[in-house]
């Protein structure tokens, strides 16, 4: 079975501009979650979707933004981009909301310019 | 909200000797606590996961121990090898709350 997939891998963005980052999750699971993980502050958790509706959000500003689509692909946004958005974003996808596993894909790199 | 502490941050051991990682967690009402092993330009990876209803998983080199009144929990690794050598994360979910609180990390060397 293929696991998260996250593209692009690699993104380079200046301060201003707007991502996209987009997360296919494992086949069958229907939950998907969103951290960010930088050296200060580590992982720390953004939002999870499941049936295209956001379950749960962390404590970041408005300018992060997600929505999944019927096939349980997700995207997240960020508006307005800042140097401190400079990130590794992953993705994590769950079969449901019984279920706490969580799988992680290889994340995408945001460097903001 | 719940916090995660983890320690040691960095850990040296010599191949073939056992390594062990410390967690303690806030939230009485956390009840999964999963531990995450990230290589370099990887997304962290499920090593193993135990439940609160459960004081002990054992997974071949890898152990995990959950003591749920003092609220902490530890990664055990016996027979270390070089390709052991990696982060790992530690957290902690509630039922209620499914997101995952990590700990900081801790950077484990295995020695040849």
């Known amino acids: 079975k293929a696991g998260v997939t996250q593209t692009p891998r690699y993104l380079i963005k200046t301060r201003g501009q707007q991502v996209t980052l987009s997360c296919s999750p494992i086949s069958g699971h229907r939950s998907v979650s969103w951290y960010q993980q930088t050296p200060g502050q580590g992982l720390q958790f953004l939002f999870e979707y499941f049936s295209e509706t956001q379950r749960n959000k962390g404590n970041f500003p408005g300018r992060f933004s997600g929505r999944q689509f019927s096939n349980s692909r997700s995207e997240m946004n960020v508006s307005t981009l800042e140097l401190g958005d400079s990130a590794l974003y992953l993705c994590?996808?769950?079969?449901?909301?019984?279920?706490?596993?969580?799988?992680f894909g290889p994340g995408t790199r945001l460097t903001v310019l | 909200g719940e916090n995660v502490e983890q320690h040691p941050s960095t850990l040296s051991v010599q191949e073939g000797d056992s390594a062990v990682i410390k967690c303690t967690y806030s939230d009485s009402a956390s009840n999964y606590f999963p531990w995450y092993k990230q290589e370099l330009g990887k997304g962290p990876q499920l090593i193993i996961d135990i439940r609160s209803n459960v004081g002990e998983k054992k997974d071949q080199r890898i152990a995990v121990t959950l003591n749920k009144t003092a609220k902490h929990f530890s990664l055990h690794i016996t027979e270390t090898q070089p390709e052991d050598s990696a982060v790992y994360f530690c957290a902690a979910s509630s039922g209620s709350a499914r997101q995952l609180t990590f700990g900081s990390g801790t950077q484990l060397t295995v020695l040849p």
């Open positions: 994590a996808s769950s079969f449901g909301l019984a279920s706490d596993t969580q799988y």
